[in-house]
Nanobody, 125 residues
Framework: QVQLVESGGGLVQAGGSLRLSCAAS????????MGWFRQAQGKEREFVAG????????DYADSVKGRFIISRDNTQNTVYLQMNSLKPEDTAVYYC??????????????????WGQGTQVTVSS
């Protein structure tokens, strides 16, 4: 079992940057593919980015490709989401998630076994 705690959210102006972190408990962090999802008010949760167990492979939603970067440090049990050129439509609660079954990340939320509590990101225009 793994517990996930996100941090780094906040209020930023359009065009600005934020870096989200997701710290995982336990000694088997490298056994999990990781994903970032977001949920805007009144909308369904959507995939943002994913990273394989080793960090060698990444995947991004089209809406964030070229602006967001996902990375992980398995020695620190942490996955990051660097968000650049933020837009008001990026406003949402951001969640990290861990998948114990797959080597690579999935865009499907039901593939993930564990979720963090979320961190709010608000981008003002």
């Amino acid at each position: 079992q793994v517990q996930l705690v996100e941090s780094g959210g906040g209020l930023v102006q359009a065009g600005g940057s934020l870096r989200l972190s997701c710290a995982a408990s336990g000694r088997t962090f490298s056994s999990y593919a990781m994903g970032w999802f977001r949920q805007a008010q009144g909308k369904e949760r959507e995939f943002v980015a994913g990273i394989s167990r080793t960090g060698r492979n990444t995947d991004y939603a089209d809406s964030v490709k070229g602006r967001f970067i996902i990375s992980r440090d398995n020695t620190q049990n942490t996955v990051y989401l660097q968000m650049n050129s933020l837009k008001p439509e990026d406003t949402a609660v951001y969640y990290c998630a861990a998948d114990s079954d797959r080597t690579g990340s999935s865009r499907w939320s039901l593939a993930y076994d564990y979720w963090g509590q979320g961190t709010q990101v608000t981008v003002s225009s």
